[in-house]
């Protein structure tokens, strides 16, 4: 009874700006934490930046002082605005929701279905 859905991802330049997003629906109680991860062909998936229920958020060196990661409770939904894409952040993006559903069989971690990134010129 729980999606998440993302979206945002695409084709961009060096330098350039994506927002990805990430709304997660259905029988939802609360959310506690939500987070974004990226995972290239070959490679494990790797935590990008996290944000707590309370705001505090956690960034990987790699990304911190370009990538900022958002959300909107009233909407269930995170987010990542990228800036300074580097070619090195090309890959598959994919978010987590750590969520209690309004069903207690429905609380846990969820994914969603990836959104692609590729920062080429």
């Known amino acids: 009874q729980v999606q998440v859905v993302e979206s945002g991802g695409g084709l961009v330049q060096p330098g350039g700006s994506l927002r990805l997003s990430c709304a997660a629906s259905?029988?939802?109680?609360?959310?506690?934490?939500m987070a974004w991860y990226r995972q290239a062909p070959g490679k494990q998936r790797e935590l990008v930046a996290s944000?707590?229920?309370?705001?505090?958020?956690q960034y990987a060196d790699s990304v911190k002082g370009r990538f900022t990661i958002s959300r909107d409770n009233a909407k269930n939904t995170v987010y990542l605005q990228m800036n300074s894409l580097k070619p090195e952040d090309t890959d598959v993006y994919y978010c987590?929701?750590?969520?209690?559903?309004?069903?207690?069989?429905?609380?846990?971690?969820?994914w969603g279905q990836g959104t692609q990134v590729t920062v080429s010129s």
């Open positions: 259905g029988s939802i109680f609360s959310i506690n934490d």
């Open positions: 944000i707590s229920s309370g705001g505090r958020k």
């Open positions: 987590l929701v750590e969520l209690r559903g309004e069903k207690a069989i429905a609380t846990g971690d969820y």
